[in-house]
């Protein structure tokens, strides 16, 4: 399967803990992103990368969340301290030679703060 | 204001139908646009890019106007495999992640 994957695919953590979701993108796609969402909303973008550059970031990314793209393959996103609005689906996605718009996304991890 | 507004439905159609949908774009800076379909419980996929001049793709028509800022998806005979939820997408206005509407959810019932 040369799709996107993410792994986990569920998280259960306690409030306050701190959590890590790894993204792998299709392998020739410069682009990733992460998007999250919850029920009954579209998902809500939340950074980019281009290559190992973070490009931008959204408002929503507070100050508890990071993400890294180390070698500008595989990208990590961290929640520190989580807390219970933190519980939702956690998509990456990757773009390529299709451009920005053409995005493929992972299957999600799903996050429930408790 | 939100900056995506779409109708959340649900839209009950029978097989064989036509139905359109439509959303509304805040930004008028947003530079492309994208219908992205989501079923249940998966992720989105890239259904078809939006044209200033309307495009077609078999059963799926799309639109946009941008004077007003709207955008439109009409599917003709309609499938049951059609249901799900139907995203309306912009990209550009200054950011480099799409932003998406909450969604269509149509169902197709036989």
């Known amino acids: 399967d040369t799709g996107v994957s993410q792994n986990p695919r569920h998280k259960i953590t306690k409030r306050g803990q701190n959590v890590t979701f790894r993204c792998d993108p299709i392998?020739?796609?410069?682009?990733l992103y992460w998007y999250r969402q919850t029920l009954g909303q579209g998902p809500e973008f939340l950074t980019y990368?281009?290559?190992?550059?973070?490009?931008?970031k959204s408002r929503l990314l507070s100050d508890r969340f990071s993400a890294e793209r180390p070698k500008g393959s595989f990208s990590t996103l961290e929640i520190q301290r989580t807390e219970q609005g933190d519980s939702a689906m956690y998509l990456c996605?990757?773009?390529?030679?299709?451009?920005?718009?053409?995005?493929?996304f992972g299957p999600g991890t799903r996050l429930t703060v408790t | 204001r939100k900056e995506v507004e779409q109708d959340p439905g649900p839209f009950n159609v029978p097989e064989g139908a036509t139905v359109a949908f439509n959303c509304t774009y805040s930004?008028?800076?947003?530079?492309?646009f994208f219908w992205y379909r989501q079923d249940c419980r998966k992720e989105p996929k890239l259904l078809m890019s939006?044209?200033?001049s309307g495009n077609e793709d078999g059963r799926f028509t799309a639109q946009l106007n941008r004077a007003s800022q709207y955008i439109s998806l009409l599917i003709r005979d309609s499938k049951l495999s059609d249901s799900a939820t139907y995203l309306c997408?912009?990209?550009?206005?200054?950011?480099?992640?799409?932003?998406f509407g909450k969604g269509t959810h149509l169902i197709i019932q036989p």
């Open positions: 996605a990757s773009s390529g030679a299709g451009g920005p718009g053409e995005q493929y």
């Open positions: 392998s020739e796609h410069n682009r």
């Open positions: 990368f281009q290559n190992e550059a973070q490009l931008e």
């Open positions: 930004n008028s800076a947003s530079q492309s």
């Open positions: 939006v044209y200033s």
């Open positions: 997408v912009v990209l550009g206005g200054g950011a480099d992640g799409l932003t």
